[in-house]
């Protein structure tokens, strides 16, 4: 009898659902390929991505239920590791006989934050197709000691403990393509992550990727061609390469001439690689290849922060090198790392100021170090005076060098050179009236006459919500909350929106009303602390206005009443100086102070393929 198999990559939430479009589940497809190959008797359901990409919590659960697999695994990512493992707990509460198998970047031997829970039964350490193979085996012909399969972590009497090391793949081309397999297909959003090599060269103490898999092995460029050729029939726009350092893969030029006669002529490919390795021949090449996007690690000048690190830096090399990708037209987003050991708030400044000076980038990406487990960093943390976050994304706090208000303080500084906001505000994605009926997924719930609504089952719920109040009859009655903390409570890794008409608003009575009614859940978009404006939370609170010339106008109103920060107002292009003035008044007037108010344009989000798979609903009593 075959065995029954769930997989589930959950995605990166956002509150505008813009990471479900890029959500793809290559990991569950290369263990779902390796098994149909290998001859495994399982019968594996991959998660559909209108579930598992656009669903809540509840939604995955109902999915997972009706599947009733023997086994669920899961792909684990510093951003959905703990929506994961909630999702796990209730897996071994409702499905007592499914065995509960992690695997990814996570899963490691020194993961106090992971193996400190109790959820699941088995973790696969680093390259997992080969040992998810013989753990099924094993489970198969019941058997039910596993420990003879090395790569695992177990657990005895409450302890992990490790099966062994397990011996890479020798020959990658032994492990069937997800995508020539038809094991998955683009993401939604119509895009596609090729792997052409395992492995990297470099040996940055911060990255677990090369203790896991050292040696840098090859796809070989037929596979890969095959690959890129399925692209181009399957109508993937863009081709992520996600090799950690593409222009150091061996037989470059076969590989980009192999892309160049078979991507499609209007697919874009993109990729990361270091500046310092490019040539004027090889970046000819790579456009040729339709190259359009990179992104390249600078991450800091500092020679000292470089050393604790294990990179390397040449400046005129890498300016030479982003240089000639600008030139070929290739748009170049440049990496910088903020809370390095070794670096200072002036170092990090000065790096953000070579970049800018230099026109070194055409997107400037800025972010806090990870401490991530299983890494040379975070085993010498405090060897440097590193603080961290011991929950996911494990973000540094302070270093010998650096304090908590250093590193918010480069963010600021990058903000102000760059005239950009590193944490722009996520407005909700409201969803289509009228198609319900077609099975999507609620984004948007509509509280107005409760005598006028319907039902809502708490498994249509999707992963991020806007809840909208127009009347205020549902804050004044006790039963009508209820039906809301139903819904969040079957769904607490949900992100919420709410939107109230400023008439509505109460400064010390709504706010607490709403913290009441949503779960309380500990969500890791809630550790965000670098903003120096609006920090990314997963509960937010907008104001809806009128402008003077009767447009919309939305305030976000920070949740625990921290009159420190400014708000953040979001008027239609255009508007000028008169509407903010009035409708900073108006704000004094609502909130019984003067706050500073920092002005964005209202963008209404372009329609794309989501919209059809949204819904909106009114809520009755």
């Known amino acids: ?369 990870s401490v991530l487990p299983g890494t040379v960093l975070r085993a010498g943390a405090s060897r440097h005076g590193i603080r961290h976050l011991s929950e996911p994304p494990y973000l540094v706090t302070s270093s010998s060098t650096m304090s908590r208000d250093d590193i918010r303080d480069a963010f600021a500084h990058v903000e102000e050179v760059s005239n950009r906001d590193l944490f722009p505000v996520e407005l909700p994605r409201k969803g289509q009236r009228g198609v319900r009926a077609r099975g999507a997924m609620i984004s948007r719930i509509v509280l107005a006459d409760p005598a006028e609504g319907t039902a809502v089952e708490a498994d249509r719920i999707g992963q991020a919500l806007c809840i909208e109040v127009r009347d205020p009859v549902w804050m004044e009655q006790p039963g009508l909350a209820r039906k809301l903390q139903v819904i969040m409570a079957a769904n607490p890794f949900s992100l919420v929106s709410w939107i109230i008409p400023e008439a509505m608003f109460r400064p010390g009575t709504t706010p607490a009303w709403i913290r009441s009614v949503c779960s309380s859940v500990s969500h890791p978009a809630d550790r965000e602390y670098m903003s120096p404006v609006t920090p990314i939370r997963s509960r937010q609170l907008f104001l809806e206005g009128t402008t003077l010339q009767g447009t919309r106008v939305y305030t976000m109103i920070p949740l625990d009443g921290d009159r420190s920060r400014p708000l953040w107002a979001a008027l239609p292009a255009g508007a000028g100086s008169e509407e903010e003035e009035h409708h900073r008044q108006r704000l004094c007037r609502l909130l019984g102070y003067r706050p500073e108010v920092r002005f964005g344009d209202l963008e209404e989000p372009a329609r794309d393929v989501l919209d059809d798979r949204l819904g909106t609903v009114i809520l009755g009593g």
């Open 1 to 369: 009898m075959a065995v029954k198999i769930a997989l589930v990559q959950l995605p990166l939430q956002s509150h505008d659902y813009v990471y479900s479009l890029e959500n793809v589940p290559l990991a569950a497809g290369y263990l779902a390929s390796h098994l149909s190959c290998a001859g495994n008797r399982a019968e594996v359901a991959i998660c559909p991505p209108e579930v598992v990409n656009l669903g809540g919590d509840a939604a995955i659960m109902r999915w997972l239920e009706d599947v009733h697999p023997v086994i669920v695994g899961f792909s684990c990512y510093l951003w959905n590791v703990e929506r994961t493992l909630y999702l796990c707990s209730l897996i071994r509460q409702r499905m007592p006989g499914s065995t509960v198998v992690l695997g990814g970047p996570e899963v490691t031997g020194d993961n106090e934050f992971l193996l400190g829970q109790d959820s699941f039964h088995v973790g696969v350490v680093g390259e997992g197709e080969q040992a998810f193979h013989e753990l099924v085996c094993a489970m198969a012909g019941g058997r039910q000691d596993i420990r003879t399969v090395p790569g695992l972590v177990l657990r005895d009497r409450g302890k992990p403990f490790s099966t062994g090391p397990r011996a890479l793949v020798g020959d990658l081309d032994s492990l069937a393509s997800p995508y020539l397999a038809g094991t998955i297909g683009p993401a939604p959003g119509g895009g596609m992550l090729l792997e052409t090599v395992r492995g990297c060269p470099m040996r940055c103490t911060y990255c677990y990727y090369h203790k896991s898999s050292p040696e840098v092995r090859t796809f070989s460029v037929e596979r890969t061609a095959a690959e890129v050729a399925w692209s181009r029939d399957h109508a993937v726009d863009e081709i992520t390469i996600i090799d950690p350092c593409f222009a150091r893969r061996p037989d470059m030029g076969a590989l980009l001439s192999a892309l160049a006669v078979n991507r499609g002529p209007a697919q874009r490919v993109s990729c990361e690689l270091n500046a310092e390795d490019l040539s004027a021949e090889l970046v000819s090449a790579m456009v040729q290849a339709g190259l359009s996007h990179v992104e390249v690690g600078l991450q800091s000048t500092n020679p000292l922060a470089l050393k604790n690190v294990g990179r390397r830096f040449g400046k005129g090399a890498f300016i030479r090198g982003v240089r000639m990708l600008k030139s070929a037209g290739v748009r170049v987003m440049t990496d910088v790392m903020v809370g390095l050991p070794g670096d200072s708030l002036e170092d990090v400044r000065r790096s953000i100021d070579f970049v800018v000076e230099n026109d070194l980038c055409d997107d400037l990406s800025v972010y806090p170090l």
